[in-house]
């Protein structure tokens, strides 16, 4: 049995640097796709659907603003979004911004929170240092002010808790 051999020829163009370029040749010419000067115009065409493909995505104009004032919000634009992408309708790079940008909303909204919280507390211990002397604003109390308080029995110290 005749062993069959690969007809692989390479394009006959020489690269900028002299060198011959390594592409197989397309089938009936002697270049390859890069160098055929009959396949220019198709050549022309590739390049610009890559220059198309990786312009920048956006929603379209007339897709309805969200609005997201909780974490209830968020866990539903991203569920929407991942359908959205799942089914070709957005780009997974518009995607990825807007769970980035949802990310960004939760850290702010915790932060608020917290800063809520703390100033709810600030307006506690205010309030209980009126009515205790020697408490701080960091809540701390002096051994004279803890033995005076344990005394009177208005508020625990650090020592009896």
């Known amino acids: 049995m005749a ?3 690969a007809v692989n020829k390479s394009c006959k163009a020489r690269k900028w640097d002299e060198s011959r370029c390594q592409a197989a040749a397309l089938p009936g010419s002697d270049f390859c796709f890069f160098h055929d000067p009959s396949q220019a115009a198709a050549r022309r065409e590739a390049q610009a659907l890559g220059g198309r493909q990786n312009r920048r995505k956006m929603l379209d104009a007339d897709a309805p603003d969200v609005k997201v004032e ?3 919000d968020v866990v539903s ?3 929407e979004t991942i359908n959205q992408v799942r089914k ?3 780009d997974p790079r518009v995607a990825n911004a807007v ?3 949802a990310n960004i909303l939760i850290k702010a909204m915790e932060q608020g929170q917290l800063e809520s919280r703390i ?4 307006l506690l211990v205010k309030g209980r240092s009126q009515a205790t002397p020697g408490l701080t604003m960091e809540g701390e109390l002096t051994d004279a002010d803890i033995r005076t308080t344990k005394a009177s029995g208005q508020a625990r110290g650090p020592a009896d808790a």
């Open 3 to 5: 062993k069959r051999k």
């Open 70 to 72: 909780d974490c209830r």
């Open 77 to 79: 634009l991203m569920s």
């Open 88 to 90: 070709g309708v957005i």
């Open 99 to 101: 769970g980035y940008l």
């Open 119 to 122: 100033e709810t507390l600030e």
